[in-house]
């Protein structure tokens, strides 16, 4: 079996694949204990929860991934001082790969809550170990052979909605095209599919979903784990956007028990963007994923509880005679229970006001310029429409996977909502035409197929048609509030939460209309719309967080209950 290759593995394999030195195995046997496996052995099974982090101390370990077919393919050979692990074993969620003993192995074995009392205990050696366990997810989502198999047709729309799911996680898979690959073809024969029920996503533990939701195919591949209803939180963040992966960041790591709630994928609107370059730290600028992605392992490594794709669907308080404050309903009939909450659930993208353009989405018409849909529209001419920094972000991006561009803006210049440098970047590639005062009047084509795309000058009302099949939309978001409704948090005539002073003058800034109940970044009235504005909300609110649990726990005995939102 050859190995499998990543240009990480190739440019950082010592990192990825440190070997310990015996002091450094001597300080990690506190955390674990040790445990011998015969040859032959499964020291761990893909789709399985695995033990934890395997220090070996003698022997040598296969490290591999279940093919399409069910063949073992190869990925490297740990021996002593190897540690088997990836970023999976960080929070106890099933395994990408097998790990199997070629001949009697002796290990240490990390459990993970041990695993992340490691990296905090032992910061140096923490820091090597949650490098490599990064490094290796990275070179997993690279290979492209670990992970669930989606197969359908590609350019299918729930198809690119399994695939946005997954790669937004960072969950590595795989897409075969139902049409071409003749693995996919077996596959289908094999397990008898209907091709009129595709997709299907075939889970690492060997099991066949048909066409799943996302909460589905989350559950199976262990992103998303039943809710602990006995447990009461210190503070439940709904949203795990820059605001509320910073709030949990920083929560946990001072020793508040936390849970963040996100109906989608972690890195919000952020996550989206292709490189931020104005974010204090990265003077070479950064994606948006790769930003997100640190921010989300970061919190785990503190211990956060991360409840994604789950969605919230009503705020009220706890009638149980608890010390829980609140209740929040989600998923399948489960329920949070906490004595805060934060409210951090960002904003939803706006929409174009066009009779068919739900016909289009998911499969011509993008809110997201990731190299799923860079793929789609290789060698092609998309029009882009949006005259902000994502806008701006997208367009240089997609410049360098298609032939050409368009852009459309409604203003009649890009310098009053865009960063001068993106401004600059897009007059220097010759591949993007920016066309001012110009609206989108008409999407045309058929079976959700997108073939023709007519706009407007307004100045001149000149009317274009261009044979495009790729639309990518980027025009401002509203709050994202609906989910609150029904709760009686006071929001203002756009859908915003009001805090602080804008409800009372003696009000926290970042408080609602409930105490306990608090407003970070985006979706809060008022708040500046920058990734580092978020942060630093999502940072502010840790206090205030104390404060309110040090007031509740000092007057629990004589505090009335707290109001129904």
Not at 54 to 66: F, Y
Not at 80 to 85: A, E, L, R, V
Not at 444 to 473: M, Y
């Amino acid at each position: 079996m050859a190995p499998i290759v990543s240009s990480t593995l190739t440019a950082r394999r010592d990192q990825m694949f440190p070997i310990l030195a015996e002091t450094d195995i001597e300080r990690m046997r506190r955390f674990g204990e040790e445990r011998d496996y015969a040859a032959g052995d499964l020291i761990v099974q893909a789709g399985e929860i695995s033990p934890g982090l395997v220090v070996i101390l003698s022997g040598e370990v296969d490290i591999t991934q279940s093919g399409v077919l069910g063949q073992r393919e190869a990925i490297t050979t740990h021996g002593p001082g190897h540690f088997i692990g990836e970023l999976a074993q960080l929070s106890s969620r099933p395994s990408l790969v097998n790990a199997e003993a070629i001949e009697p192995v002796r290990a240490i074995i990390v459990a993970s809550p041990r695993l992340r009392d490691l990296m905090v205990q032992e910061a140096n050696l923490g820091e090597r170990v949650m490098r490599a366990l990064i490094l290796r997810r990275v070179g997993l989502l690279e290979s492209g052979v670990s992970g669930p198999i989606i197969i359908g047709p590609s350019g299918n729309g729930d198809v690119l909605r399994l695939q946005g799911l997954l790669a937004r996680n960072g969950i590595p898979h795989r897409a075969l095209d139902s049409d071409t690959d003749p693995c996919a073809k077996t596959l289908i024969g094999r397990f008898q599919i209907d091709p009129h029920h595709l997709p299907i996503v075939l889970c690492p533990s060997g099991k066949l979903l048909h066409n799943p939701g996302d909460s589905e195919v989350a559950r199976c591949v262990g992103l998303l784990r039943p809710v602990d209803g006995d447990k009461i939180y210190d503070v439940a963040i709904v949203g795990a956007g820059p605001a509320g992966l910073a709030a949990a960041v920083y929560a946990a790591s001072e020793g508040l028990s936390t849970i963040v709630l996100d109906c989608r994928a972690f890195g919000g609107q952020a996550g989206a963007s292709s490189r931020i370059e104005n974010y204090l730290g990265f003077p070479t600028g950064i994606s948006g994923m790769a930003l997100m992605a640190r921010a989300y392992n970061q919190a785990q490594k503190f211990g956060v509880d991360m409840a994604i794709p789950d969605e919230v669907k009503l705020l009220a308080a706890a009638d149980d005679g608890s010390d829980a404050r609140y209740a929040l309903a989600v998923g399948d009939g489960e329920t949070v229970r906490t004595r805060t909450v934060v409210i951090a659930s960002g904003a939803r993208y706006r929409r174009l006001d066009l009779a068919n353009l739900a016909e289009f989405e998911g499969t011509s018409v993008h809110y997201w310029a990731s190299p799923i849909e860079a793929r789609l529209c290789q060698d092609q001419e998309v029009a882009l429409v949006g005259a902000g920094n994502s806008a701006g972000q997208a367009a240089v991006y997609l410049a360098t996977q298609v032939k050409k561009v368009t852009l459309l803006a409604r203003r009649d210049s890009l310098d009053a909502t865009m960063s001068r440098y993106l401004v600059e970047r897009i007059k220097a590639q010759p591949n993007i035409e920016v066309l001012t005062e110009t609206e989108i009047t008409a999407l045309e084509g058929n079976d959700g197929k997108l073939e023709q795309v007519r706009w407007c000058n307004r100045s001149t009302d000149a009317e274009t048609r261009r044979p495009i099949r790729h639309v990518f939309l980027f025009i401002g978001a509203d709050p994202n509030t609906d989910w609150l409704a029904n709760c009686d948090i006071a929001l203002d005539g756009k859908g915003f939460v009001r805090t602080g002073p804008d409800l009372a003058p003696n009000r926290g800034l970042l408080e609602t209309n409930h105490s306990g109940v608090f407003a970070i970044g985006d979706v809060r009235r008022g708040s500046v719309k920058r990734v580092a504005a978020a942060v630093g909300e999502g940072a502010q609110v840790v206090a205030a967080l104390h404060a309110c649990l040090a007031e509740n726990s000092d007057h629990a005995a004589t505090s009335e209950p707290a109001r129904r939102p």
